[in-house]
């Protein structure tokens, strides 16, 4: 039976089992054109592809812009795991201004849609612009890793000290992070 014929909920699982293979989709790029792979096997397999919320969920800040946005509204905003690391993506001054507004403004729009959020901060100057997003309430937040410079950022004010479901997180940073008002946290490293 080829494969465009195969039930939808085979052609599903399918997708399921492709998308969980660590080897190839290591890394951002290699889930991107993983992703975007899947649209171009035919008509009817990009349909399924683009409907399931699955293969969207997994988002790269330093993706081009239209591409982030694009992914948010398959995923439709929910359930999404977010990664940002503050090295990739810029070849210019500008170019890193540009980001550093972009990421700050796409975590303080979509933050309530974050379930994991895993941040490598490696400037002050992006510490500096991405630090308010960081204040903005993360109500579905359920794991955190951030991976901090030595510069201020807003440790103790932390998504408002607003996220009532975060399990647990990870900190690799010099500063004293206020957790106490997390009382779901169980696990801090």
Known sequence: MPFDRMPTELIKKVFEEYMSDDAMLDGPTGRLVSTLRLGLISRRIRAIALSELAIWRTIYLHWPAD???????RAQDSDISVYLDTFQG?????????????????????????????????????????????????PHLQTLRMALGNFKFCH????????????????????????????SLSTVT
């Not at 591409?67 to 509204?73: G, K």
């Not at 998504?159 to 992070?177: G, N």
Request: aromatic residues 10%.
């Open 67 to 73: 591409v982030v946005e694009e992914y948010f509204r």
């Open 90 to 138: 810029a070849n210019s001054k500008e170019a890193a201004q540009a980001n550093r507004a972009r990421w700050g403004n796409v975590l303080r729009s979509k933050m309530g849609g974050i379930v994991h959020l895993d941040a490598c901060i490696r400037s002050a100057a992006c510490g500096e612009a991405l630090s308010d997003a960081f204040e903005t309430p993360a």
């Open 156 to 183: 103790d004010r932390l998504f408002s000290l607003a996220a009532p479901k975060l399990q647990a997180a990870s900190f690799d940073s010099r500063l004293i992070w206020n957790l106490v008002p997390f009382t």
